[in-house]
């Protein structure tokens, strides 16, 4: 059957492939495994330690510093595997820190690695480097005025996601804890990634790998073998400085899904001499609602399946031949996950054939759920309430977007959280999103990120030695 050309496709993909921050929090009430999830105000506070002190004495003493960072990260930003220039800037810090430092990794990632002065297991921390096709309306001294290549276009780039605020902390901790390596009872790595929001020239076939994926098929989690991993994500839906996370599913799976249909072409006039996959093509849309609100256990996970692209025809009294359409899955539980990509594909090979049609479906799996494991997210919890303090934490409502940082977690215990950077006393309903051109960054919040990052490996360092 014949598919729509390789640039079509590009551009159709890369429209429905908007899988990180940005979107609505679903609520996380009603399932048993959300009640499970929450973490609560009145649970267990780590004590504070000599350690603790050194890294909130040291990340004050760099604050400047690191939002001088941020400012010429933001005011320069790369898009996915572009990121030259933000890649050079984190190796030669990691390297002035005494670090072994890999560059080139998946493409434009870096990797540093800090020995403690004692013995002990390895903790890695994420950071992700990329900017998104967004030209920036935020009036601010650094605003950005890059450009770059998209998909073989030209776009206006703009970190809209916040990924120069994660890089940036990530080169605080990295100083802070390189501050008392010889304190550190194990390794630290610190994993700078490019392409978390997908490659400049994205077009999965199911076959091709990029960001965290590609990372960890290149050694990342190993040569040191990692025992635990941590990644935070900014958002505008929090008040700045708090931390928000939760046990269990937090972030959804995303997979992409195309649907192809044959008709038979026709003269607008004479309908019943033709089949006509824009009528088809409309009703597998239709049909594919029920999946979720008919056929799906919502009551164990949510689940949503969006088609975000239907193209067709070309004039207006010809039936065209095929209609194509795209769309975006997103789940937390595996089993629905297979479930739903069966009846996708079962729904719309019936309706077309009901009709004298075909549909053809193709289902790539992009990235899983991030879900924090119970017994280790309970255990480092109590360090993020300490770094937060009373009344700056609480529970993340389960995200419908989606996060490469998934893949970390098939290798190693990990922990991935949010911190608020919406300015206090904001209405938060207001507050741009994520991957918006307004999105705005309090820039007091970063301290907190590059507090909770440094305890964390600490904290977790120490834990394995008791």
Known sequence: MKML???SRKIR???????CLGMPLLPGAGTAMAAQAAPSQASEVAPPSALSAKIDSKAKEIENKLIAWRRDIHEHPELGNQEKRTAKLVAEHLRSLGMDVKTGVAVTGVVGVLKGGKPGP???????????????QVDVPFASKAKGTFLGKPV?????CGHDTHTAMLMATAEVLASMKDELPGTVKFIFQPAEETPADFEPDGTNTWGAKQMIAE????????DAVFGLHVSSSYEAGKLYWRTGPAMAAADQFWIDVQGRQTHGARPWQGVDPIVVGSQIVMGLQTIISRQSNIALEPAVITVGTFHAGNRMNIVPDEAAMTGTIRTYDEGMKKDIHERIKNTAESIASSADAKAKVKVVELYNAVVNPPDFTDKMAPTLRRVAGEGNYDLQPKSSASEDFSFYQQKAPGMFFYLGVTPKGEDLSKAAAN???????????LITGVRAMSNL???????KQS
């Open 219 to 226: 050694g990342v989690m190993d040569n040191p073998k990692v």
């Open 5 to 7: 050309s390789t640039e």
């Open 435 to 445: 991957h918006s051109p307004h999105f705005f960054v309090d820039e007091s919040a």
């Open 13 to 19: 993909l890369a429209i429905a492939a908007a899988f």
């Open 457 to 463: 490996a600490v904290d977790f360092l120490n834990m």
């Open 156 to 160: 206006d780039v703009m970190h809209a």
């Open 122 to 136: 390895v903790v890695a921390l994420r950071a992700d480097m990329d900017a998104l096709p967004v030209k920036e």
